[in-house]
């Protein structure tokens, strides 16, 4: 390796270092990495590798094999061997993905991660960590501010959520490959980032690129953006922790009416959304449902409203919101 390469890696090591330290996120309990064989993960593993040899904590590695592609098992082979090769530990596991209502890409995402999970609860290790880069954060929150996501969605991508972290939001794509050309070792090229069937890859290939064309890199924009509200939704978790309610071990929620009439509609609009995680139904396209409900708060009558997997209940005194089976979307009054 050249000496403008390695100052370059060493660069790379010491920026994702401080990023750990600025998030407050701390690897000591062992780290499992997730390696698809592409230039992100392999970069992840290489940097990882390294900050491990610094801080003195475990890490090891873990290749997901969907079998969706004929190249899959070759792949899962190459990837065994290039972190065995460089003195690492690589876990495999081989999954089966079926659809059932929802997207292929989704269901292989949820597989995928209960898998490295899994993998992660029986080495004993604290985080799954993920190749996310600055240029993933930017697609996610373009995706989701055209989908009509509100200001949660578009914090986008958080740097840790509870058992996964994320070091590398702040490196560009284009690094990340210089990083991984470092380990001399062949890379996997997923054909399917390319294929403009797929969302990201459509947005990747055509919107961004026209959009650059006329404001010029947005990325680091988009990602500040991202920064920026995470940094006004911890403030926005903080108040709705002040709200009295109560989590029973039915999978119910409540609160006092009155305390969520005091809130802006936004902040009882994200009540909800925090009632509906913490119940284990987490709503997808229900914004609608979402700030009906905000309203209906304020109405001097009871109500009921379906949403999720959940019954939200508005009494004269109360508003519940209790789990039941999953269903799709509806409303009534």
Not at 321 to 331: E, F, G
Request: aromatic share 4%; with cysteine.
């Amino acid at each position: 390796m050249s000496p403008r390469a390695d100052r370059f890696f060493e660069r790379v090591v010491r920026r994702t270092a401080q990023f750990l330290d600025r998030h407050a996120i701390d690897p000591s309990g062992g780290w499992l990495v997730a390696v698809s064989g592409g230039a992100d993960s392999m970069a992840l593993w290489r940097i990882a590798a390294a900050l491990a040899a610094q801080r003195g904590f475990v890490v090891q590695a873990a290749h997901v094999n969907h079998r969706l592609r004929p190249s899959a098992e070759a792949e899962a082979r190459q990837v065994g061997a290039a972190i065995a090769g460089g003195g690492g530990v690589c876990h495999r596991a081989d999954v089966s993905v079926e659809a059932r209502g929802q997207g292929l890409e989704a269901a292989a995402r949820a597989a995928r991660y209960r898998a490295l999970d899994e993998i992660r609860r029986r080495q004993g290790l604290a985080a799954v960590v993920t190749g996310h880069t600055a240029d993933d954060q930017a697609e996610t929150v373009l995706m989701r501010l055209l989908a009509g996501s509100g200001l949660n969605g578009l914090a986008a991508m958080r740097p840790q959520s509870a058992t996964l972290v994320r070091p590398l939001l702040w490196l560009r794509r284009g690094e990340a490959l210089r990083v991984a050309q470092g380990l001399g070792v062949p890379l996997v090229d997923d054909a399917s980032n390319r294929d403009t069937r797929w969302l990201r890859a459509r947005l990747r290939a055509e919107l961004l690129p026209a959009i650059a064309a006329v404001f010029g890199d947005v990325v680091p924009r988009l990602c500040a953006l991202a920064d920026e509200i995470a940094a006004t939704d911890s403030v926005v978790e903080n108040l709705l922790r002040q709200v009295p309610g109560a989590l029973d071990r039915r999978g119910q929620v409540s609160a006092p009416r009155s305390a969520l009439r005091d809130l802006p509609p936004a902040l009882r609009a994200r009540w909800l959304l925090a009632a509906l995680a913490a119940i284990g139904c987490p709503p997808r396209r229900a914004r609608a449902t979402v700030d009906r409900f905000a309203r209906l708060v304020e109405a001097d009558r009871r109500f009921s409203l379906d949403v999720s997997g959940a019954s939200v209940r508005g009494g004269n005194l109360e508003v519940q919101v209790v789990r039941r089976a999953p269903c799709v979307i509806v409303q009534k009054t």
